[in-house]
Structures are given as structure tokens and as C-alpha cells.
């Protein structure tokens, strides 16, 4: 990789830019770990140094993004706290993937992960109009009120197979 290549003080400060663009795209929509992972690997840092790096590096903007969307949530509290088993039960399977796979696995699955969370990124408006229509805890049909539910059960699953690495 030409990126390898460069002074070390070009590529702290492309590392650099890179978690400020990843940072302010988290905390604004999501989707730092775009920007930020592929960078890290561009410029020669193993996959799994990475994939940490780029987790661990967003964790700030995360929390600065739950906090200015706090009035969001908190219209809907009850759907979130309901969603949280099922998250942690895709979190759960995506973590015993990932240790029972390969470092090779991994690196396999990667461009996939990163394939499936971009179409779901871009998507997002879409589920989100789809959502907005769904009555979760009422009178909807129960495909529409299991939907969120197996939305998220999926979609935490990559994050762990991301997150935690064998090697």
C-alpha cells in the first residue's frame, strides 16, 4: 500500500483528520467506523489494531450523540428499553461467531460487514418512514410489531464481530 509509505508524521496526521471526520459523523448520524476503520488499515495497521482503534475512537462521539438526541429517545423510552434484550441476544451471536472463527474469518467477513452496514446506513430513512408507521405496542399486524425487533437482533451482530477479534 502506498499509504504505508508515507512519514509517520503524514499518517498521524491523515489518523488524525480521519477521527475527527469519523468523530463528527458519528455523533451527527452514525457511521464513523466508515471513515475511521478503513483509513487505519490503508495506512498498514493490522485489522484487528484497527477494528479496536476505530471502536474504542468513537466511543465519544456515541455518547455526545445519545446526549443531543436525548429529547428523541425519550419519545421513545419504552421501545428502546424493550429493544435492549434483543440486542444484547445479537450481540451474544455475533460474539460466539467471532470466537469460534478464524482471524482469517474475520478478515473474510469484513468487507461484507462493512457492504451490509453501508446499504443499512443508506436505508436508514426508509426504516426509519417504515418505523414511524408501525405501531409497535398496539394494533399493528405482528410482522410489522416483530420488525423492529428482528431489525435490531441483525444488526447487532456485525458490531460484535467487528468489536472482538481471536487473535
Not at 58 to 79: D, M, N, V, Y
Not at 93 to 105: A, D, E, H, I, K
Not at 114 to 139: E, K
Amino acid at each position: 500500500m502506498l499509504a504505508t509509505l508515507l512519514p509517520l508524521g503524514w499518517r498521524l496526521i491523515i489518523i488524525g483528520f480521519a477521527g475527527v471526520l469519523a468523530g463528527i459523523s458519528n455523533g451527527i448520524a452514525g457511521g464513523g467506523t466508515f471513515l475511521s476503520f478503513p483509513t487505519l488499515v490503508a495506512l498498514g495497521i493490522p485489522t484487528l489494531q484497527a477494528n479496536v482503534s476505530s471502536t474504542v475512537g468513537i466511543i465519544p462521539s456515541t455518547f455526545g450523540g445519545i446526549r443531543g438526541f436525548r429529547k428523541e429517545l425519550a419519545l421513545h423510552k419504552k421501545l428502546l428499553i424493550e429493544l435492549i434484550p434483543t440486542c444484547m441476544l445479537g450481540s451474544i451471536v455475533g460474539m460466539v461467531l467471532l470466537l469460534t472463527g478464524s482471524n482469517q474469518t474475520f478478515r473474510d467477513v469484513v468487507p461484507w460487514l462493512i457492504g451490509g452496514a453501508t446499504l443499512l446506513f443508506a436505508l436508514a430513512p426508509r426504516i426509519a418512514r417504515y418505523l414511524s408507521r408501525a405501531d409497535v405496542s398496539g394494533s399493528a399486524s405482528p410482522i410489522r410489531r416483530r420488525s423492529p425487533f428482528v431489525g435490531i437482533f441483525i444488526a447487532s451482530i456485525p458490531p460484535m464481530v467487528r468489536t472482538i477479534n481471536p487473535s
